[in-house]
């Protein structure tokens, strides 16, 4: 369900704003705003119902619509380019820049939507994501490897991050020695952090997991020796070192759970418990605060999805 958040959970160094869009709840689904010489950026955006916390966000920095010349899209995923349509439609000087395989579903987000509602209903669909509405085509830049966007002469440089979804890209900002990373560097909510730092999980979720393609865009955003990561899911995580190690290894035996509950008579079921029981040692080896009880409420969607990903790339894996 989404509910009102702040405009801005928090201002970071090097202009960077992180923004709690209020998808699902609190400190779930983040957006940044990136501000350089009074133009900005925004990187990601929630959903429909999320225009009002990022309109409240360039607010809250002194900024303007007019001054925002990006909106930067990680990916298609609707948690984080679902109210891409609506916001730019706010945004008179604004593109929006898309990995060559999101871009057409900007600019025609049918098949978004239709395989959403099929998945959630359309009520529940309506409830979570509210319209999806097109962006015109010429206010779209496609974002090849490498591409770079200039903001205001501060470049941010897109990669083509394949593992979470094939249509995803990570953006590199040197002036911060960060990435941005929508879901190629897993997920970190803060309710688990512990005196080791951040908790971290890869996210498997459907329909495009590839485990290799993952580790490698892992790999890829290391060589920049990277300071910190600004996560989709949640917020910015430092410790980029010992975090890659973790999903690394976790992917490994995300992969090798999977392959043990194959071919079982319910599959599904044996592979949410394996999952389970995997994610709360780990979080009882790194010091979360939260118990077991609370461990699981706060990841029982991301296992199920988690899951279902794994379900499919083990299907995928079988076909000639």
Not at 44 to 58: P, Y
């Amino acid at each position: 369900m989404h509910r009102p958040s702040r405009a801005s959970d928090a201002a970071h160094a090097h202009g960077i704003h992180t923004i709690d869009t209020g998808h699902v709840r609190p400190r779930f689904d983040a957006a940044y705003l990136v501000v350089e010489d009074g133009r900005a950026a925004f990187v990601d955006c929630g959903t429909r119902h999320s225009v009002a916390a990022m309109l409240a966000a360039l607010e809250a920095a002194g900024l303007a619509a007019r001054d925002v010349d990006w909106l930067i899209l990680t990916h298609a995923h609707l948690d984080h380019a679902g109210g891409a349509g609506a916001l730019m439609r706010h945004l008179p000087a604004a593109r929006l820049v898309a990995h060559p395989r999101a871009a057409p579903h900007m600019i025609d987000p049918s098949r978004l939507v239709a395989g959403a509602t099929a998945v959630y209903g359309a009520e529940e669909f309506a409830r979570h994501y509210g319209q999806v509405l097109p962006v015109p085509a010429e206010r779209v830049v496609v974002a090849g490897d490498g591409h770079v966007v200039d903001l205001a002469g501060r470049a941010l440089r897109c990669i083509d991050t394949p593992g979470h979804a094939r249509d995803h890209l990570c953006v590199w900002d040197a002036r911060s020695a960060a990435w941005f990373t929508g879901d190629a560097f897993g997920l970190s909510y803060r309710e688990m952090d512990g005196a080791r730092g951040a908790f971290i999980l890869p996210t498997s979720s459907p329909v495009q997991f590839e485990p290799e393609a993952m580790q490698a865009s892992i790999q890829r955003m290391l060589a920049e020796s990277p300071q910190a990561m600004y996560l989709t899911h949640y917020g910015r995580v430092a410790g980029v070192a010992r975090l890659a190690a973790e999903l690394h290894e976790q992917i490994d035996a995300m992969v090798s759970l999977a392959q043990a509950c194959d071919g079982g008579a319910d599959r599904h079921r044996a592979l949410v418990a394996a999952l389970s029981g995997y994610y709360l040692e780990r979080a009882q080896a790194h010091g979360c605060p939260l118990d077991d009880a609370g461990v699981l409420r706060l990841l029982e969607v991301d296992i199920q999805l988690n899951a279902q990903g794994l379900e499919i790339w083990l299907d995928r894996a079988r076909r000639p």
